[in-house]
């Protein structure tokens, strides 16, 4: 089996929608447009994403769309709207959406470390 080189993908996140942004992205950091493409084996390449902060949202999602983590603690379920995360960090945006569109096994870590922001 040979492995083939991981190539650099510059994307420019301007104007595109975000779920097609990280539908692009999640499929080339798993590999699966190269013809030797296996699930077992690591053939991705990496993505640099530029613009972030430019990404287009439609509908009412910058204020429906509600990011979620628990504290552990009980009744700590903390919410915040994408608008809010937008301001403070728009790219944990599109690490977010990625991310369960990754394979939840231990290729995940790895992908994901290959996916960079200008």
């Known amino acids: 089996m040979t492995i083939t080189e991981k190539k650099i993908h510059e994307i ?23 013809a030797s493409y296996l699930p077992h084996l690591d053939n991705g390449d990496e993505v640099v994403v530029s613009n972030v902060a430019l990404i287009k949202v439609t509908g009412q ?27 403070e960090d728009p790219k944990q945006v599109i690490i977010h959406a990625v991310m369960g569109m990754l394979p939840k096994n231990k290729h995940r870590a790895i992908y994901i470390k290959r996916l960079t922001f200008k």
Do not use: N
């Open 12 to 34: 420019d996140a301007a104007g595109v929608p975000f779920g097609r942004l990280a539908t692009k992205i999640a499929t080339l950091l798993i590999g699966k447009g190269k």
């Open 61 to 87: 999602k910058m204020d429906q769309k509600l990011y979620r983590h628990h504290t552990m603690y009980p009744g700590h379920l903390r919410e915040k709207q994408m608008k809010d995360v937008m301001a």
